[in-house]
């Protein structure tokens, strides 16, 4: 089930930078839910996105953006990886 779930991501990834120089700005969300999808389905993703979110304070506040304006479901997945506080 996973590797069906990683094949989904890789296909919304594809097709989100196939079409990310678009007029039609199709390829941020689809890259954006092919992130999402990978990040549901594996822990180190998650852990790996939580250590860059640390150290980069830019990625950290536009993930926050996102996951303020995300649907619930896919919000509690971004904030999964949200640093912890020391």
């Not at 079409?19 to 954006?32: C, E, H, Q, S, Y």
């Not at 304070?57 to 996102?66: F, K, R, S």
């Amino acid at each position: 089930m996973k590797l069906l779930w990683w094949c989904i991501a890789a296909v919304l990834i594809l097709l989100g930078l196939a079409t990310v120089w678009m007029p039609i700005p199709t390829g941020v969300p689809l890259l954006a839910l092919g992130l999402i999808v990978i990040i549901a389905t594996s822990r180190s993703a998650a852990r790996q996105l939580r250590s860059h979110r640390r150290t980069a304070p830019q990625l950290n506040h536009a993930i926050t953006w996102v996951e303020d304006r995300s649907p619930l479901p896919f919000a509690r997945i971004l904030k999964r990886t949200r640093p912890r506080k020391k």
